[in-house]
Every structure is written in C-alpha cells, then in structure tokens.
C-alpha cells in the first residue's frame, strides 16, 4: 500500500522555524507533482506550496519568501522549510502527492499540526 508519511510540525514561537518533510512509503516510483496544504478548523485548505518532479515550484502568496519546498526524487521525499513564522501559520499541514501518467495516484498523507504562538 503506498501512503504518504509525514514528520516535523511541533509548536514554535512566532519568528521561529519549523522543517516538516514527507516520504513516500510503497512505492519507488516517481510522482509528477508533490506539494504541501494546509487546513485550519472550519476553513477549506489551501495551497501551502507545490514542487514539479523537474524542480519548478509555486507558492502561496501568503508564504512567498519564508516558506521554501525542495525534493528528493532519488528518495522520494518533499520538505519544507518554513521561516518567519506566524501565528496564522497556525494549521494541520499535509503532504500531497500526484502522478498522472502510467499509475494514477493521488495521495495524502495524515497531516501534521503546527502551532505558531504569538
């Protein structure tokens, strides 16, 4: 069964940073698209991040220059590194994966809580 293991959110103070990252566990195939969402109760989720398989990303405004996603494709792994942290970071941050071609997929992983104190 491939599944989406995330690791790293925890409670920072606001101005600190946090690392989350996200392996892919079943499968050494590659994905087209990964990226991060997040969700806070009661509202939709939202884009956090995506990173292409060849290296191109694309942001949120609202994380654009503290927030930084990077991959592995040899491992297939996602992280983001995420800076000059906010309260309204505050969220359930989760991993996504898509591959479109071949094997479909689209994964998610459980999510991870990050809690940003003010």
């Known amino acids: 069964q491939v599944q989406l293991v995330e690791s790293g959110g925890g409670l920072v103070q606001a101005g600190g940073s946090l690392r989350l990252s996200c392996a892919v566990s079943?499968?050494?195939?590659?994905?087209?698209?990964m990226g991060w969402y997040r969700q806070v109760p009661g509202k939709q989720r939202e884009l956090v991040g995506t990173?292409?398989?060849?290296?191109?990303?694309k942001y949120a405004d609202s994380v654009k220059g503290r927030f930084t996603i990077s991959r592995d494709n040899a491992k297939n792994t996602v992280d983001l590194q995420m800076n000059s942290l906010k309260p309204e970071d505050t969220a359930v941050y989760s991993c996504?994966?898509?591959?479109?071609?071949?094997?479909?997929?689209?994964?998610w992983g459980k999510g991870t809580l990050v809690t940003v104190s003010s």
């Open positions: 996504n994966a898509k591959r479109f071609f071949g094997n479909p997929m689209d994964l």
């Open positions: 990173i292409t398989s060849g290296g191109i990303t």
């Open positions: 079943g499968s050494r195939s590659s994905f087209d698209l």
